[in-house]
C-alpha cells in the first residue's frame, strides 16, 4: 500500500482544516489507519486510529472533541477533520497503515507512512 496525504494548511487558531489520506492497492479496506503528527524538535505522537471496517476509533486527549477519523473503502481514503485548530496543533501530519484490523495506537503498530503534509495554525 502506497500513501499520500494532503489537505494541509495555514489557518487561524480556530479554524478548521480538512487532511485527507489516498491508498493505493486492493488491501485498503482490511487494515486499520491512523494519523500521526510531529511538531519540530518533538517525536512522532498518535493523533488518530480507526478500524478497518470504520466502526471503531480512537484518540489522543489532546484532539479529542475537536478531531474526527474518517473511512471510506469504496474510494480507498482516510479523512482527519480537524476543528477548532490551536497554535500547538501546528505539526507535519503523516497517514498510516497499520498491521492489524482493529484500531492501534502505537507507531511500531503500523507498517506504511505517506509522506506527511504540513498543518500550521497561527495565533
Known amino acids: 500500500v502506497q500513501l499520500q496525504a494532503s489537505g494541509g494548511g495555514l489557518v487561524q487558531a480556530g479554524g478548521s482544516l480538512r487532511l485527507s489520506c489516498a491508498a493505493s492497492?486492493?488491501?485498503?479496506?482490511?487494515?486499520?489507519m491512523g494519523w500521526f503528527r510531529q511538531a519540530p524538535g518533538k517525536e512522532r505522537e498518535f493523533v488518530a486510529t480507526?478500524?478497518?471496517?470504520?466502526?471503531?476509533?480512537s484518540y489522543a486527549d489532546s484532539v479529542k472533541g475537536r478531531f474526527t477519523i474518517s473511512r471510506d473503502n469504496a474510494k480507498n481514503t482516510m479523512n482527519l477533520q480537524m476543528d477548532s485548530l490551536k497554535p500547538e496543533d501546528t505539526a507535519i501530519y503523516y497517514c498510516?497503515?497499520?498491521?492489524?484490523?482493529?484500531?492501534?495506537?502505537?507507531?511500531?503498530?503500523?507498517?506504511?507512512w505517506g509522506q506527511g503534509t504540513q498543518v500550521t495554525v497561527s495565533s
Open positions: 498510516a497503515k497499520s498491521r492489524f484490523m482493529s484500531a492501534q495506537i502505537m507507531r511500531v503498530q503500523y507498517d506504511a
Open positions: 492497492g486492493r488491501t485498503f479496506s482490511s487494515y486499520a
Open positions: 480507526i478500524n478497518w471496517s470504520g466502526g471503531s476509533t
